[in-house]
């Protein structure tokens, strides 16, 4: 059973984690970051180790790697061949081929380090190199989590890239919705009650694919007046989901 962890990291996700784990009972032996501001930050919170020095990481049970994605392969040439898992959704486990005992843990959530995370309710994506190793893997998710969910890294691919676009895409609109409210010197709280209605439904299965507006009644007269007087991006985005809510509906 895996009940020490060193943290590869100190950004938004292994702060998350490590004070998940920590509050869960696992010992954080050690934090490193190039950043030793940021590594002294975090240890004060985990009470553990740090070092900004890659050749001092110190790893017993565990490594769990969690910086951006193109940073992975320069920390995996120089680490020692430990135990190790990275918390990507889009790299391959491959990436860690040079450790004997290698793996994934990778949390659906967007995070932030100054709001703390409730895990329970978190899907954590697992795999492993081995079976006893995903078992492993599996107990010390499960300390955190109540949604563990076992998931090889094409599936995982798939997974990054549908909640990239609930996450990121749907922030990206709502912050170009609230962009045209300001050039008319609106509020965007006008929005609120629309976005609130919105998500309430996406929670609810048998509401989740019910739509309104001029798409999906084929009201091309309305769909005209709004792209003239779009300009831009903003032309090109309406112009392209419009098309394909009333191809998901013929």
Do not use: W
């Amino acid at each position: 059973m895996i009940n020490n962890i060193t943290l590869i990291g100190s950004g938004n996700l292994a702060t998350q984690i490590g004070l998940a784990f920590k509050q869960s009972g696992i010992t954080i032996h050690q934090v490193y970051s190039k950043n030793i501001k940021n590594a002294k930050k975090l240890s004060a919170k985990l009470k553990c180790k740090f070092t900004n020095n890659i050749q001092e990481i110190e790893i017993k049970e565990l490594g769990v790697i969690c910086v951006k994605d193109d940073y992975i392969s320069k920390i995996v040439e120089k680490i020692p061949n430990k135990p190790i898992v990275h918390t990507s959704g889009s790299t391959n486990i491959n990436s860690l081929k040079k450790f004997k005992k290698r793996g994934v843990i990778y949390p659906i959530q967007t995070l932030n380090k100054n709001k703390k995370a409730d895990f329970v309710k978190i899907p954590i994506c697992v795999e492993a190199n081995t079976k006893s190793f995903e078992k492993e893997l599996n107990i010390l998710c499960k300390k955190i989590s109540k949604n563990v969910i076992n998931i090889k890294s094409d599936k995982r691919l798939n997974v990054h890239i549908a909640a990239v676009m609930c996450n990121n895409f749907t922030n990206q609109i709502i912050n170009r919705a609230e962009n045209i409210l300001k050039k008319q010197n609106l509020s965007f709280e006008i929005l609120l009650p629309i976005i609130n209605e919105t998500f309430k439904k996406i929670q609810n299965p048998k509401t989740r694919l019910q739509k309104t507006g001029p798409a999906i009644r084929k009201d091309f007269k309305t769909i005209k007046k709004h792209i003239d007087k779009l300009e831009g991006l903003d032309k090109k985005i309406y112009n392209i989901i419009s098309k394909q809510i009333m191809s998901d509906e013929s």
